[in-house]
Nanobody, 125 residues
Framework: VQLQASGGGLVQAGGSLRLSCVASGRTFSSYVMGWFRQPPGKEREFVGG????????DYADSVKGRFTISRDNAKNTVYLQMNSLKPEDTAVYYCAASFGVLLGRQLVPRDFGSWGQGTLVTVSS
Protein backbone atom coordinates (compact mmCIF):
# COMPACT_ATOMS: atom_id res chain seq x y z
CA VAL A 1 0.00 0.00 0.00
CA GLN A 2 1.21 3.51 -0.79
CA LEU A 3 0.47 6.32 1.64
CA GLN A 4 0.30 10.08 1.19
CA ALA A 5 0.08 12.30 4.27
CA SER A 6 -0.99 15.93 4.26
CA GLY A 7 -2.35 18.68 6.47
CA GLY A 8 0.71 19.82 8.36
CA GLY A 9 1.54 23.46 8.94
CA LEU A 10 2.30 26.17 11.45
CA VAL A 11 -0.09 26.63 14.36
CA GLN A 12 0.01 28.48 17.65
CA ALA A 13 0.05 26.63 20.94
CA GLY A 14 -3.47 25.67 21.93
CA GLY A 15 -4.58 25.41 18.33
CA SER A 16 -5.72 22.47 16.25
CA LEU A 17 -4.76 20.70 13.06
CA ARG A 18 -6.11 17.68 11.23
CA LEU A 19 -3.76 15.46 9.30
CA SER A 20 -4.95 13.15 6.56
CA CYS A 21 -3.35 10.10 5.04
CA VAL A 22 -4.71 8.66 1.81
CA ALA A 23 -3.85 5.11 0.81
CA SER A 24 -3.74 3.65 -2.64
CA GLY A 25 -5.18 0.28 -3.51
CA ARG A 26 -8.34 -1.57 -2.66
CA THR A 27 -7.18 -3.31 0.54
CA PHE A 28 -6.99 -0.32 2.88
CA SER A 29 -9.48 -1.89 5.28
CA SER A 30 -7.09 -4.82 5.72
CA TYR A 31 -4.49 -2.67 7.43
CA VAL A 32 -4.05 -1.45 10.94
CA MET A 33 -3.05 2.19 10.60
CA GLY A 34 -0.71 4.15 12.77
CA TRP A 35 0.64 7.63 13.20
CA PHE A 36 4.21 8.33 14.27
CA ARG A 37 6.16 11.52 14.70
CA GLN A 38 9.79 12.51 14.67
CA PRO A 39 10.72 15.66 16.56
CA PRO A 40 13.84 17.54 15.44
CA GLY A 41 16.94 15.62 16.46
CA LYS A 42 14.99 12.78 18.04
CA GLU A 43 13.88 9.30 17.11
CA ARG A 44 10.58 8.47 15.51
CA GLU A 45 7.91 7.73 18.12
CA PHE A 46 4.47 6.18 18.20
CA VAL A 47 1.55 8.60 18.40
CA GLY A 48 -1.42 6.29 18.00
CA GLY A 49 -3.08 3.57 16.00
CA UNK A 50 -6.48 2.42 14.81
CA UNK A 51 -7.84 -1.02 14.06
CA UNK A 52 -8.99 -2.17 10.63
CA UNK A 53 -12.64 -1.39 11.27
CA UNK A 54 -11.95 1.82 13.16
CA UNK A 55 -13.60 0.42 16.25
CA UNK A 56 -10.47 0.49 18.37
CA UNK A 57 -7.74 3.03 18.97
CA ASP A 58 -4.66 3.36 21.10
CA TYR A 59 -2.55 6.41 21.90
CA ALA A 60 0.74 7.36 23.40
CA ASP A 61 0.36 8.84 26.87
CA SER A 62 1.75 12.16 25.65
CA VAL A 63 -1.22 12.74 23.32
CA LYS A 64 -4.10 11.00 25.11
CA GLY A 65 -7.10 13.27 25.46
CA ARG A 66 -5.76 15.70 22.86
CA PHE A 67 -5.36 13.65 19.68
CA THR A 68 -7.96 11.47 17.96
CA ILE A 69 -7.42 8.98 15.18
CA SER A 70 -10.24 8.02 12.85
CA ARG A 71 -10.56 6.37 9.47
CA ASP A 72 -12.92 6.25 6.53
CA ASN A 73 -12.42 2.97 4.73
CA ALA A 74 -14.68 4.06 1.87
CA LYS A 75 -12.25 6.93 1.20
CA ASN A 76 -9.07 4.97 1.96
CA THR A 77 -8.18 7.67 4.46
CA VAL A 78 -7.00 7.84 8.05
CA TYR A 79 -7.06 11.07 10.04
CA LEU A 80 -5.24 12.49 13.01
CA GLN A 81 -7.14 15.27 14.75
CA MET A 82 -4.78 17.21 17.00
CA ASN A 83 -6.20 19.61 19.57
CA SER A 84 -4.61 21.66 22.34
CA LEU A 85 -1.31 21.54 20.52
CA LYS A 86 1.88 22.21 22.42
CA PRO A 87 5.31 23.30 21.21
CA GLU A 88 6.60 19.82 22.08
CA ASP A 89 4.22 18.39 19.46
CA THR A 90 6.43 19.96 16.79
CA ALA A 91 7.59 17.12 14.54
CA VAL A 92 7.33 15.50 11.16
CA TYR A 93 4.26 13.29 11.32
CA TYR A 94 4.09 10.01 9.43
CA CYS A 95 1.26 7.64 8.72
CA ALA A 96 2.02 3.94 8.51
CA ALA A 97 0.25 0.71 7.69
CA SER A 98 0.59 -2.75 9.16
CA PHE A 99 -1.07 -5.94 8.05
CA GLY A 100 -0.88 -7.74 11.37
CA VAL A 101 0.17 -5.60 14.31
CA LEU A 102 -1.97 -5.60 17.44
CA LEU A 103 -2.72 -2.41 19.29
CA GLY A 104 -2.41 -2.16 23.05
CA ARG A 105 1.33 -1.91 23.50
CA GLN A 106 3.93 0.73 22.72
CA LEU A 107 4.43 0.18 19.02
CA VAL A 108 7.68 0.93 17.21
CA PRO A 109 8.45 1.78 13.58
CA ARG A 110 9.49 -1.77 12.71
CA ASP A 111 5.95 -2.92 13.49
CA PHE A 112 4.77 -1.14 10.33
CA GLY A 113 5.76 -2.06 6.81
CA SER A 114 4.44 0.83 4.74
CA TRP A 115 5.05 4.52 5.32
CA GLY A 116 3.91 7.86 3.99
CA GLN A 117 6.32 10.66 3.25
CA GLY A 118 5.68 12.74 6.36
CA THR A 119 4.14 16.14 6.94
CA LEU A 120 5.66 18.84 9.14
CA VAL A 121 3.74 20.23 12.09
CA THR A 122 5.21 23.27 13.83
CA VAL A 123 3.63 24.59 17.01
CA SER A 124 4.75 28.03 18.09
CA SER A 125 4.66 29.19 21.69
Amino acid sequence: VQLQASGGGLVQAGGSLRLSCVASGRTFSSYVMGWFRQPPGKEREFVGGITRSGGGTDYADSVKGRFTISRDNAKNTVYLQMNSLKPEDTAVYYCAASFGVLLGRQLVPRDFGSWGQGTLVTVSS
